[in-house]
């Protein structure tokens, strides 16, 4: 698999952080990144909303496009 991670790659990564960090820490690192992902998500998502409203209160209508000056014919 090119640029990603297989099944049997997360299988090492999690035996590796058995071994490392025990079976007590595991669950507890587990919550503490599930937390992070959950804020970092909402947090994403009131940034997107208080850019939609921002966005809203402008209303700003594109600019039509010039003509550009008709040349004489000769």
């Known amino acids: 698999m090119i640029g990603g991670i297989g099944s049997m790659e997360v299988f ?32 994403g ?3 997107k ?3 939609n ?3 809203d ?4 209508e594109p ?3 010039k003509k550009p000056p008709e040349q004489p014919n000769p």
């Open 49 to 51: 909303e208080e850019i």
């Open 45 to 47: 998502d009131e940034i």
């Open 53 to 55: 409203k921002v966005t």
């Open 12 to 43: 090492i990564l999690l035996v590796l952080a058995l071994v490392i960090f025990g079976p007590q820490k595991l669950p507890e690192m587990g919550k503490t990144l599930g937390k992070a992902i959950r804020e970092f998500k909402s947090a």
């Open 63 to 65: 600019e039509k496009p």
């Open 57 to 60: 209160d402008i209303n700003i």
